[in-house]
T-cell receptor
Framework: DQQVKQNSPSLSVQEGRISILNCDYT??????FLWYKKYPAEGPTFLIS?????DKNEDGRFTVFLNKSAKHLSLHIVPSQPGDSAVYFC??????????FGTGTRLKVLA | GAGVSQSPSNKVTEKGKDVELRCDPI?????LYWYRQSLGQGLEFLIY????????KSGLPSDRFSAERTGGSVSTLTIQRTQQEDSAVYLC?????????????????FGEGSRLTVL
């Protein structure tokens, strides 16, 4: 049972354009969501998070949107840069210790 | 060290052998996690420690897998009688844990992982 789903395994975007990465979840008890970025041969690193009491959180070029009714969140990167090329994982938790991760989306930003 | 440290970074072993993977979390972090990432898969939760106890071992794939944590710090993940399907990158993460039942920022700090290849 995949509670957190990232249906797009890969995405290619031109440098300077917007990258939109999507994530769907099934567990309505999830109340905190996170995005992690992973470069090859490195561990994932935290990027941005959002609580279920919000519908948007912004940090520089990164914005996460949460649509609770649709159980959907998305990560927007504007403008995209070649250094953003990585695998992006969304994760969710229901206010406890357990973080459930999606399968990841590989973003490639073309120069 | 400043970050989560894992060893070995790479391990090649023969089917049927036992392996031990080590994780040294960030100093002071009470919560420690093991995840694994198989080829083409996401991050699969294995086990969670709060201090030295493991309240959730539900992600361990079989009884060949075990983990312990001593002194609230270093953790060891042991895989006995390894099988080819155990080949994966095993990731350890730590966090400051729960404070009054409320998660911290939610940030898990991951190590670089231990890549296990079972021949």
């Amino acid at each position: 049972d995949q509670q957190v789903k990232q249906n797009s395994p890969s995405l290619s975007v031109q440098e300077g354009r917007i990258s939109i990465l999507n994530c769907d979840y099934t567990n309505s008890m999830f109340d905190y969501f996170l995005w992690y970025k992973k470069y090859p041969a490195e561990g994932p690193t935290f990027l941005i998070s959002i609580s279920s009491i919000k519908d948007k959180n912004e940090d520089g070029r990164f914005t996460v949107f949460l649509n609770k009714s649709a159980k959907h969140l998305s990560l927007h990167i504007v403008p995209s840069q070649p250094g953003d090329s990585a695998v992006y994982f969304c994760a969710a938790t229901s206010g406890t210790y357990k973080y459930i991760f999606g399968t990841g989306t590989r973003l490639k930003v073309l120069a | 060290g400043a970050g989560v440290s894992q060893s070995p970074s790479n391990k090649v072993t023969e089917k049927g052998k036992d392996v031990e993977l080590r994780c040294d979390p960030i100093s002071g972090h009470t919560a420690l996690y093991w995840y694994r990432q198989s080829l083409g898969q996401g991050l699969e939760f294995l086990i969670y420690f709060q201090g030295n106890s493991a309240p959730d071992k539900s992600g361990l794939p079989s009884d060949r897998f075990s983990a312990e944590r001593t002194g609230g710090s270093v953790s060891t993940l042991t895989i006995q009688r390894t099988q080819q399907e155990d080949s994966a990158v095993y990731l350890c993460a730590s966090s400051a844990g729960l404070a009054g039942g409320i998660p911290n920022t939610g940030e898990l700090f991951f190590g670089e992982g231990s890549r296990l290849t079972v021949l």
